[in-house]
Structures are given as C-alpha cells and as structure tokens.
C-alpha cells in the first residue's frame, strides 16, 4: 500500500505522555484494540509496532507506509478526534466491528520510544487532519474510560446496541475501568483527559 508520507522529525520531539485511543469491547474482551487498520489486541501495556503489509520486512513506522502506531502529541487536537470518532463510529452498525458490539473509545497517556515519524494534519487519511505521530513502541502510562456524564451528546460513550440504561451503563464502565487496571496494571480513570495548567 502506498501511505501517507511521514518524515522524521527535524527538531527534537516529545516522546512522553502523548496521547492515543483504542476500542475496547467490554461484553467480549478485556483487552484494548487498536482502532483502524489492523484490529490488534493489546496484550500488555508495552507494545512494538510491526508492518502488516504483505510482503514487507521493513521496520515500523516507514515513511512510504501506514505502519507505525499513531499518536497525537497535542491534548486539544486529541479531544476533537476522539468526539468526532465517537460519533463517527456511534452511527455504525455494531456487526460493523471485531466483536459484535460498538466500542467504548478508550484514551491513554503514552510514553513513546524507537523510531518517529511526524505526519502533519493536512496528510491525514483517518485521523481527521489532526497532527500525528507514528511511531515504533508505545508505553502505557494511564487509560481513561469514557462515562455517561456528558451533558453534549457528542462525547456519549459508545456501547452495544441501541442505548442502555444510564445506571447499567455505568456499571458497565466502571467495570472496564477495573478490568483494564488490573490487566494493564496502569491507573484508570473514568472521564475523559483534561486539559491542566503543568
Ligand atoms: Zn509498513
């Protein structure tokens, strides 16, 4: 596949706590997915990208390829994309996904290592024009689970079939956030990132 192309960052580039997101299937799954173009399982907190096209050997992230795990350094940019991927995907069917059952989009804090690849906004195929990084391995720092407390519809959690109940919805959440901290042995917390003063 020809991909976007990405290039090496020509100043020196933040590798701690950026920002990425995954789906998460709590009725099937305890484990975090990754979102777009090749559903893998997480299996642990610390994970090295590999390239899935046929016939390539060569290390993730490449510039000619879409390999590499994508991670947002700017926490605003992040925001936005999660919103808009939440309603994005809010509207699909949930046959359209790995499990039968729509996602709860899950954030994390990321430390990165290895090589990086900066994609700018403007070349964005699936990330919504929002800068990016591609980068080789990933570090889970904190997870954030989304809850039902969204006065703006827009950043509703997404969930299985139509709407449950607000209370079994929460549960559900909660749930996840326990089952993620156990499996991934990170802090989890329930909301979305904030935007601090450091
Ligand atoms: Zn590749």
Redesign the pocket.
């Known amino acids: 596949m020809t991909?976007i192309e990405g290039t090496p960052p020509t100043d020196s580039v933040n590798r701690q706590g950026l920002w990425r997101f995954w789906f998460a299937f709590p009725d099937h799954s305890e484990e975090l997915f990754s979102p777009f173009l090749h559903p893998l399982s997480w299996p642990a907190s610390q994970a090295r990208a590999v390239?899935h096209?046929p016939g390539?050997t060569?290390r993730?992230?490449?510039p000619k390829?879409?390999?590499g795990f994508a991670v947002v350094p700017s926490l605003d940019d992040f925001l936005f994309l999660i919103g808009a991927q939440t309603a994005l995907h809010n509207i699909r069917a949930a046959t359209d996904f790995r499990f039968p059952q729509r996602p709860v989009i899950v954030s994390g804090r990321v430390d990165v290592r290895g090589a990086v690849l900066s994609v700018p906004g403007p070349l964005q195929r699936d990330v919504l024009g929002v800068d990016e990084l591609r980068v080789e391995e990933v570090k889970l720092r904190e997870l954030f689970v989304p809850t039902t407390h969204y006065g703006d519809s827009k950043w509703a959690f997404i969930t299985s079939d139509d709407r449950v109940p607000a209370l079994q919805a929460d549960r559900m959440l909660r749930n996840l956030a326990i089952r993620l901290r156990d499996h991934y042995g990170v802090p989890v917390h329930l909301g979305l990132p904030r935007i601090t003063e450091e």
Do not use: Q
């Open positions: 991909g390239c096209e390539t060569h993730a992230p490449n390829c879409l390999c």
